[in-house]
């Protein structure tokens, strides 16, 4: 008179696939108590149990960091996974690993220089169609060679780049690159200050978010003016930054215009020696924010709290 198992078990389990992320199902889990789990494949047959003691002691992510080495510009969640390299022409921030890992910096106009330096020394060819994505990227970082941060080496890798790309004139694919990039008629406020962000911390209490954008005509640009330090102090208190500097580069004056929000101005006053103007100041020869930017704010801002 026993009953048969099949009267007893669950038919509507909840299952999982071989290729489903572990952040998403742990996620799922919240909602169910169960210990396991099984996982099947495209036909529903059994591959084996997903107990939550596989989740906890689950493998980190192994990443590598491209063209940043801050906690604020990188992927949430950077701190759970294991850095494997970086690769990178900024200041050194604040990441920290839990052992030795390849860090390459070095003071270049571009990352994409470091990267197909890395091609060459590992002897790994460059596709043509690899080839012109590294040199466009050289040639956007740098502004057509005209940035501050430019350097031989910058030159002498967009020169073989552009040979494998089959690129002979690397001004003219340069212009188009930033006048491309410099149309932004088609993007919201949000979208403007958040496309090229940069989140900086000075100190243990002071963190400046900078945005830059190119353009080729300034004073149009900033007819959106009031829109976008709107959308700016809105993101500076969302994400709770003591400054809001926004870098309009003008590629054909060779300088920028800088939007501000925040309370601490007088830091920006501080670092450039200009005083603002309606939150907003022109810097003659101002082309890079890594350079000329990042440095003498972060000076100000330790002379400030000193």
């Given at each position: 008179m026993s009953l048969p198992v099949s009267s007893t078990m669950n038919q509507g389990a909840l299952t999982f696939g071989p290729d489903d992320l572990l952040d998403e199902v742990r996620e799922k889990l919240v909602k169910y108590k169960h210990r396991n789990y099984p996982v099947v494949d495209e036909e529903q047959r059994l591959l084996g149990l997903l107990s939550r003691g596989n989740l906890l002691?689950?493998?980190?992510?192994k990443v590598i960091l491209v063209d940043h080495n801050e906690l604020g510009q990188s992927v949430a969640g950077l701190i759970q996974a294991e850095i494997l390299e970086i690769v990178?022409?900024?200041r050194l921030g604040d990441v920290q690993t839990d052992n030795p890992v390849f860090f390459r910096n070095e003071p270049v106009g571009s990352t994409a220089t470091l990267v197909a330096e890395c091609y060459h020394e590992e002897g790994v060819a460059i596709s043509a169609q690899m080839a012109g994505l590294l040199v466009s990227a050289i040639l956007s970082d740098t502004l057509i060679f005209q940035s501050p941060t430019t350097t031989a080496?910058?030159?002498?890798?967009?020169?073989?780049?552009?040979?494998?790309?089959?690129?002979?004139?690397?001004?003219?694919?340069?212009?188009?690159?930033?006048?491309?990039g410099s149309d932004t008629d088609h993007l919201t406020a949000e979208q403007l200050i958040t496309e090229d962000l940069k989140t900086f911390a000075f100190g243990a209490d002071f963190t400046v978010g900078v945005a830059q954008v190119e353009t080729s005509n300034l004073e149009r640009f900033l007819e959106r003016g009031s829109e976008l330090m709107e959308e700016m102090e809105r993101y500076r208190q969302n994400n709770r930054l003591d400054l809001f500097l926004?870098?309009?580069?003008?590629?054909?004056?060779?300088?920028?215009?800088?939007?501000v929000t925040g309370p601490a101005q007088?830091?920006?006053?501080?670092?450039?020696g200009y005083p603002l103007q309606g939150n907003k100041v022109f810097l003659p020869g101002v082309l890079s924010r890594k350079k000329q930017v990042i440095p003498p704010l972060g000076k100000a801002v330790?002379?400030?709290?000193i």
């Open positions: 002691a689950g493998p980190a992510k990178d022409h900024h080496k910058d030159r002498r890798i967009a020169q073989e780049l552009a040979e494998l790309a089959g690129i002979a004139d690397l001004t003219l694919l340069g212009r188009e690159l930033l006048e491309a926004l870098l309009v580069t003008d590629l054909f004056r060779q300088g920028s215009e800088l939007l007088h830091i920006v006053e501080k670092a450039f330790q002379e400030v709290q």
